[in-house]
Structures are given as C-alpha cells and as structure tokens.
C-alpha cells in the first residue's frame, strides 16, 4: 500500500506549486515582486508589465476648479454665475464717458475716466487690462499699460458700473509732435471685440516711441 499524505502536507505542496507559477508569469524574468502600492497594467507592447501607483489622495486635478479660457478661478462673491465666474462681453457692456473727464488746468496730465455698465441680465467679471487704442487720421496709438497698479478681479452685476482711466499728456506748443485723437478704440480684457468713443479732449503730445510715455492706461477697476 501506498504511504498516505497527510491534507497538511498537500496543502504546503499546492502552495508552493503556485508559487512556482506565479513568478514565472512575471513577464521580464526577474521575479521580483511589485511596489508596496502598485498594481499592474498591460504595457503597449503587450510583453512586461506596466505599473500605475495607487494611493488614497486625489489625481493632480483632483478637486482642482478650472478657470475658462480668458476667465478666473476667482471670480468674487455673489456673482451668480458660479465658481468659475463668465468674463464680461463686449456685447453686454455699455461704454461711455465720465462727467469731469480731460485735463484741468493747462499744462497737467488729463485723465479720461471710462465706465463699463453691465446691461446682462447675469453678473460678470473682467480682470486686467482693456486694450485702448487712441486714434485719428492715419495714426493709430495703442496705450501702453500702468504698471503701478495691480489688477484685480472685478464682478459686475447686472446694471453695476466699473471703470478704468485714460491717462494723457496734453500737447504744449514746442513739446514734440501733436497728435488730434478722434476716437478712443476700446477693447475689454479677454475680448477681441471693440467698442469706440469720440475723443473730445485736447491734443496730445505723441509719444508712441517712448519708454515711458505719459498717455498711457489703468487696469479694470481704477478710479
């Protein structure tokens, strides 16, 4: 009669038997164990193995809110619109001019105040600053930007008014070459659509050249 085996011995035997198998199955011969806190995955080849790490916090973009194109993540409180906030169009803003605009004395810097009215029916937000451009006849002047102040983001809620300011040297006889502005070209922040306003002030001194030229732009949101 053959020697019996005992169930315990048998289960040691199939255990080691798997065991065998499993590690010749690994694919690049090294029968070396996967990471702590990976799992395996197919590679493109279709021979290896491929390892993605598994661990218990979000992806990269987990919980991450993503900005529109052209808007901000933050787009301030009770604008209606949600976390993203919607940047303001062109199309539902009106633009004027600020009673008290233009240069008050002779030989001073004028400052041409420009309001942007919400007329949506939704709040929005602009940040930074509107392209403006200051033309008449063949010339046209694109203003450079005021660096002394820092944007900030700025909701405006349906039938809110927000502005920003046109800063120019007035043109003084022996100063350089007059320039005589006829219309201001305004373009808002993240737009590519303009709105234009008659220029009714003074000559200006032309300094399109210039580093620091004293006709130049604040952002949304000045005063």
Known sequence: MPPRTSPLTAIVSLAAGLTLTLTA????????????GTIGAPDSSGTGTATATVT????????????????????????????D???????????AVAPGSGAQSKGSQ?????TLTNKGAK???MKGYPGV?????????????????SPSTVTVRPGATTTFVIFYLPFDKGDGQE??????????????????????YSSVLLQ????????????????
């Open 25 to 36: 199955c690994g694919g690049n011969g090294g029968g070396s164990d996967s990471p702590s």
């Open 56 to 83: 218990g916090s979000p992806g990269a973009d987990g919980g991450r809110s993503m900005a529109p194109s052209g808007g901000s993540t933050n787009a301030g409180p009770g604008t209606g619109t949600g976390a």
């Open 85 to 95: 906030g919607t940047r303001c169009r062109t199309a539902q803003l009106a633009f």
């Open 110 to 114: 004028g400052a041409v105040t420009v």
């Open 123 to 125: 709040s929005c937000v």
């Open 133 to 149: 451009d200051l033309v008449g006849g063949p010339t046209r002047w694109s203003l450079t930007r005021q660096t002394s102040e």
């Open 179 to 200: 320039f005589r502005p006829k219309s201001i070209v305004i373009t808002p922040p993240d737009e590519t659509h303009s709105h234009s306003l008659p220029w009714t």
């Open 208 to 223: 399109d050249g210039a580093t620091h030229p004293g006709t130049y732009v604040g952002p949304v949101g000045s005063k």
